[in-house]
């Protein structure tokens, strides 16, 4: 009796899927875009080509720490409130595009866009470089002179609230100039 049954239950669900496949057959407009003459409105949570802000970034390094496949890196000049983004490159040709980098960031200053023709002829190419991050003086006033840190209460548990200085100054992958 189990034999007759699953004959029955495959019968069936391959007359299900046949009937979508029909329905777009017969009932669907073509769909086939003249790429690049013409191209497919993206969805608004495209994620495309990044694009990071230096004069946003602090150089906390969590995006670089969040990727899967180490494609950022960061280096710094200076210490301490000092210290700022020398330099900021992603690997495009190894990103894989999971906007896990965007999500750690608690600055905006990376984000996806809706670019993604980002084909080229010499490797070099594929990574992506933006610039030194603006010194103190240019920084808006909160951002250079940061409120001093209040003591925690008692039984406050928990890590520190600013960004860690990482041991090394590097993110994971990048290095210490
Ligand atoms: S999108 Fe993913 S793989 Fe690409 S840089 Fe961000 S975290 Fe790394
Ligand atoms: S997480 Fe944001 S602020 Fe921190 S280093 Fe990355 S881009 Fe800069």
Redesign the pocket.
Known sequence: MQYVEDIFRTLLTCAQGMRITMRHLLFTDNITVQYPDHKRVLPERFRGVLH???T???????????CPVNC?I?EFEGKGKDRR?AR?EIDISTCMWCGL?VE???????ETTLEYEISCYVQDDMRLKFGL?PKKEQLPAERAEPPAPQAPSSGQTGGPST?PESPGGS?PGGQQP
């Open positions: 990071a802000d230096s946003k970034c602090t150089g906390c390094t969590l995006c670089a720490r969040a950022i960061i983004v900021f980098c750690a960031c608690r600055e905006s200053a990376i991050g960004p993110a």
